[in-house]
């Protein structure tokens, strides 16, 4: 019971974590902006994630028997302790700033979820390991969620000014296509534990909504265009690249847990 509700309180912060990147995706100080209602949430929010956070983490302190996840739920905090000295300073904030705030509030948010992963009773169980088989898929894997961090942080310059969007494009095509060839590999082998398979394939769907969301996203960015329509793709956008970056950091999580590394 205890871990269960660990899992489900590390659940909400996650939850209004997301809801932090949204309204901060739709924030601005211009009154008849598109979303400037959902906007102006932004900085409540902040506080109520940054009282929960630390909630998590003394928690977490008190009652988890592995170390290293009482040090996440640490790590997680000490993110949003930075977060908050970041986002509170004169407006508007600087471009360089605006990039680390965004930055690490999608790192923030894939720590909470990882945290709600490791508390829960699927992440309490003794670890399946599926042999040596296949043991490139490992390394396979956790490549591929580094290349989902390096595009999260290309798409984020890119939304603050930083440089064109030919990048961000081109890191969209690769990590499309690791995902998807990670994936077919992966169904070769259906002996691997279903908590790995159901992490790919929920991060396939996801990359794959968000090729379209971004495609909407650009295309919808021309002057004849309902303004509402470009900022409410953006913003989809850029909750759905958090939710893949989620994703990949629980994907790496079961490739750590499940695929045992081949030992020469």
């Given at each position: 019971m205890?871990?269960?509700?660990l899992?489900r309180?590390?659940?909400?912060?996650?939850?209004c974590?997301?809801?932090?990147?949204?309204?901060?995706?739709?924030?601005?100080p211009?009154?008849?902006?598109?979303?400037?209602?959902?906007?102006?949430?932004?900085?409540?929010a902040g506080?109520?994630?940054g009282?929960?956070m630390a909630?998590?983490?003394?928690w977490?302190?008190?009652?988890?028997?592995r170390?290293w996840v009482?040090?996440?739920?640490?790590?997680?905090?000490?993110l949003?302790?930075?977060?908050?000295?970041?986002g509170?300073?004169?407006?508007?904030l600087?471009?360089p700033?605006?990039?680390?705030h965004?930055l690490l509030a999608?790192?923030?948010f894939?720590?909470?979820?990882?945290?709600?992963?490791?508390?829960?009773p699927?992440?309490?169980?003794d670890?399946?390991?599926?042999?040596?088989?296949?043991?490139?898929i490992r390394?396979?894997?956790?490549?591929?969620?580094?290349?989902v961090?390096v595009?999260?942080?290309?798409g984020?310059?890119?939304?603050?000014?930083?440089f064109e969007?030919?990048?961000?494009?081109?890191g969209?095509?690769?990590?499309l296509i690791a995902?998807?060839?990670?994936?077919?590999?992966l169904?070769?082998?259906?002996e691997y534990?279903?908590p790995?398979?159901?992490?790919?394939n929920?991060?396939?769907?996801?990359v794959?909504i968000?090729?379209?969301?971004?495609?909407?996203?650009w295309?919808?960015?021309?002057?004849?265009?309902d303004?509402?329509?470009?900022?409410?793709a953006?913003?989809?956008?850029?909750?759905?690249?958090?939710?893949i970056?989620?994703?990949?950091?629980?994907?790496v999580i079961?490739?750590?847990?499940?695929?045992?590394?081949?030992?020469?």
């Open positions: 205890r871990t269960a509700w899992s309180y590390a659940a909400l912060v996650a939850a974590t997301l809801w932090l990147i949204i309204s901060g995706a739709s924030f601005s211009n009154e008849y902006r598109p979303l400037y209602s959902l906007g102006q949430t932004h900085e409540l506080v109520a994630v009282i929960l909630g998590l983490a003394v977490l302190w008190l009652v988890e028997d170390p009482s040090r996440l739920g640490w790590v997680a905090l000490s949003v302790i930075t977060e908050a000295l970041l509170y300073q004169k407006l508007p600087a471009p700033v605006r990039f680390v965004s999608q790192l923030f894939s720590t909470t979820v990882a945290i709600t992963v490791l508390t829960s699927i992440g309490k169980q670890k399946e390991l599926a042999g040596n088989k296949a043991s490139y390394p396979l894997g956790i490549a591929t969620s580094g290349l961090l595009q999260v942080g290309l984020t310059a890119f939304r603050h000014g930083a969007i030919a990048p961000h494009l081109i969209a095509i690769v990590v995902v998807v060839i990670l994936a077919m590999i169904m070769q082998h259906s534990p279903r790995l398979h159901s992490s790919v929920a991060l396939m769907t996801l794959g968000q090729v379209f969301l971004g495609f909407a996203a295309t919808l960015g021309l002057p004849e265009i303004p509402s329509a470009v900022i409410i953006t913003v989809a956008h850029t909750a759905t690249g958090a939710l970056l989620a994703t990949s950091s629980v994907t079961q490739f750590l847990r499940y695929i045992h590394p081949k030992v020469y």
